[in-house]
């Protein structure tokens, strides 16, 4: 007697291990939260909230765009990183595509601008903006080691892509407490050291991920 096409597909199944589901996603970012909070909580005894928020000044217009390309950025990221797995979750993806690239957008129009106005000087701006950028990554490692693993457990189409805005997009929630902490006032520390330390952090990830595939392509062609 033939046996049915599911009967044989179960069977060809029960070899196989067992596949663990993906986790929630609110599951993942309470987790990655919950690893973070320590570190934030320290960061914010150390520094306290920015003085001109003590003295009541109204923040200026680098301060607040910074900001909001930062909030756009991290956004954008986190759920096009951690939607981009989930099969059904398409337009969720790219509509955190869509955030993210507005959040880039955003930073990249704010150096620009500080470039046309004359006030970018990269080596002295980095220079003075490297104590923030150390602390938005030193603040991101937590979560962004686990959105990392969640990631790669769902093995997205591109994987670097994923893990980048994924990165990023914790970079970036981190570089907000920074930038809420943050005494300097100038400009160009707001460009270089806040809206665009997330781009730094995204860029090693691509970097780190594309050696890695070539890695991989080279032992498995050997």
Not at 40 to 52: S, Y
Not at 139 to 166: D, E, F, Q, T
């Amino acid at each position: 007697m033939s046996r049915t096409t599911e009967e044989l597909i179960r069977d060809l199944a029960g070899d196989l291990p067992p596949v663990k589901p993906l986790a929630r996603v609110r599951t993942v970012v309470g987790f990655a939260l919950l690893l973070s909070l320590p570190l934030f909580a320290w960061w914010f005894a150390e520094h306290g909230l920015r003085h001109q928020f003590h003295a009541g000044e109204t923040p200026g217009f680098s301060y607040l765009a910074s900001g909001a390309a930062l909030l756009i950025l991290a956004g954008g990221g986190l759920v096009f990183a951690l939607t981009s797995v989930i099969p059904g979750r398409e337009r969720d993806a790219r509509a955190g595509q869509l955030l993210f690239g507005g959040g880039v957008a955003l930073a990249l129009s704010l150096f620009a601008a500080q470039g046309l106005a004359g006030n970018l000087h990269l080596v002295d701006g980095l220079h003075s903006s490297r104590s923030c950028i150390l602390g938005a990554v030193g603040l991101a490692i937590p979560a962004g080691l686990v959105v990392a693993r969640y990631v790669i457990r769902g093995a997205p189409r591109s994987l670097s892509v994923a893990l980048a805005a994924g990165f990023t997009g914790g970079m970036g929630m981190a570089a907000i407490l920074v930038h809420l902490t943050c005494a300097h006032a100038d400009p160009v520390h707001m460009v270089l050291g806040h809206a665009l330390a997330p781009l730094y952090g995204g860029v090693v990830v691509v970097a780190m991920a594309s050696v890695a595939a070539a890695l991989g392509m080279r032992s498995r062609s050997q």
